[in-house]
């Protein structure tokens, strides 16, 4: 703590985007105590925070090329993806602000039922979001825009690997007369615990790896009265039913799997396929495979892996891959000296025991697809339905009612239809059931998050 966070760019290792002081102690606790004097103007306002949160909105949209620019350098990005990122930023304010002020009206009915309870949500207090690096604003944002709404304050820590993004959010949070209610702190795992011990913290939100939302619980074990809320990522499994059409799966299925080089937690890692159809869907998944290879350069069809280090450990961990994973396509040799692109990966299960290895059953966040071949229906929806990281599935068949029946069985956090499983609506819930989270869903229900309903009761 209290150093210097440098990031460089997934593009060029040698090319330097940022070095930005990290916070400590000292700053962080200053920061604390200047949001608690904030906080009580700001929950009993509702007209306010619908202004600055606007506000907000306008900051993003005249930045814009600057945060596509930043997108691209620092996070990796495609100039695709980074469009596509920077204009979900300002569709989740309206979202959040509909959401969130129905959540917080600090005052009774227009005309109570005299003796009859009614609810009123109330702002929980301080909050600390901790964002990654995949989505390194639109995850972070996702969670600061409902806390806001609904009236509580917040600490935003960005992913250490993008801190310069992080800065230019807080930027965007000052000129939106925000800067009192929302303060950016930087850092990496050690500020992160640093937040945890906040006396102030009421809810703390994170987005991250399992290793992550373990260390967080581990934190805040003895503080029963903080809500922890976690979204940690998913082994996500699509189902290819006899009557699909093959050639539009295919599609779907890499763009779910290669799309941002894999770097999404609702990303596809396995597709079930019925035996018979099995070489016809890997030849279109292998001519798939050649579209989404990419090409170096920022408007190509996907980008690279957050670093090099996380390419060489990609690289690494599937030249080990076990017997009862065969590599189909998609080549392990290092692409550059420079830049952290990697191929995408095409593999086939060829043996029962492999389904327990951690390429097949954990996630891995790189692009990597694998081909499991079933043979029993019911047998492999069971499967599919045991997957311990149950975030997002998908289902491809032209029956409807194939797959509602099929979606009554995959306990997953969403499951869609003839789409791929990356990719969730901000006016829906979003969270994973099993090891992908706790149970505590953002998108549309953050602010429930944030807020605590309470019941009052009058006297008839």
Not at 150 to 162: D, Q
Not at 394 to 413: D, M, N, Q
Request: hydrophobic share 45%; proline share 7%; with cysteine.
């Amino acid at each position: 703590m209290g150093g210097v966070l440098t990031s460089v760019s997934p593009w060029h290792a040698s090319e330097r985007i940022a070095s930005i002081a990290e916070d400590d102690e000292q700053s962080v606790a200053k920061a604390s105590a200047r949001l608690l004097l904030a906080a009580p103007a700001w929950a009993a306002d509702a007209r306010a925070r619908a202004d600055r949160l606007l506000q907000l909105g306008k900051a993003l949209h005249d930045r814009r090329a600057e945060l596509i620019d930043l997108l691209v350098r620092e996070a990796g990005k495609v100039v695709a993806d980074a469009e596509q990122e920077a204009e979900a930023l300002q569709r989740k304010i309206a979202i959040s602000l509909a959401a969130g002020l129905a959540r917080t009206p600090l005052h009774p009915p227009e005309r109570p039922t005299p003796g009859e309870p009614y609810c009123v949500w109330r702002p929980r207090g301080q909050a600390v979001v901790l964002g990654p690096f995949n989505f390194p604003l639109h995850l972070l944002h996702g969670l600061v825009v409902p806390a806001l709404a609904v009236g509580a304050t917040v600490l935003a820590k960005p992913s250490e690997r993008c801190p310069a993004l992080g800065e230019l959010y807080r930027r965007c949070l000052q000129a939106a007369g925000l800067g009192e209610v929302c303060a950016v702190v930087q850092g990496g795992p050690a500020v992160a615990q640093l937040l945890t011990r906040l006396p102030a913290l009421t809810t703390l939100a994170a987005v991250g790896g399992r290793a992550t939302g373990e260390a967080l619980s581990r934190a805040l074990a003895g503080r029963p009265e903080v809500l922890l809320a976690l979204e940690l990522g998913g082994v996500n499994h699509a189902l290819v039913l006899s009557d699909a059409d093959l050639a539009s799966a295919a599609q779907a299925l890499a763009e779910g799997a290669w799309r941002m080089a894999g770097q999404r937690c609702t990303a596809t890692r396995v597709v079930h396929v019925p035996a018979r159809l099995q070489a016809e869907l890997i030849a279109l998944l292998s001519a798939e495979q050649r579209r989404w290879r990419p090409d170096g350069t920022p408007q190509g069809p996907s980008g690279p892996l957050i670093s090099r280090t996380a390419s060489a450990r990609m690289r690494a961990s599937y030249a080990a891959a076990p017997t009862g994973l065969a590599l189909i396509a998609g080549e392990l040799t290092e692409r550059s000296a420079e830049c952290a692109c990697v191929e995408p990966l095409l593999l086939e299960l060829r043996g029962a025991e492999a389904r327990a290895h951690p390429l097949y059953a954990q996630e891995q966040f790189a692009p990597a697809l694998i081909v499991d071949a079933y043979e029993q229906h019911d047998e492999c929806l069971a499967r599919m339905a045991a997957n311990p990281y149950r975030l997002a599935s998908a289902v491809y068949t032209a029956s409807l009612e194939r797959f509602r029946s099929c979606a009554e069985r995959l306990p997953y956090g969403q499951v869609n239809h003839n789409r791929p499983t990356a990719g969730a609506r901000s006016d829906q819930p979003f969270g994973g059931l099993g090891l992908s989270g706790n149970g505590r869903p953002a998108g549309v229900a953050a602010g429930a998050l944030f807020a605590d309903e309470a019941v009052v009761w009058p006297s008839a």
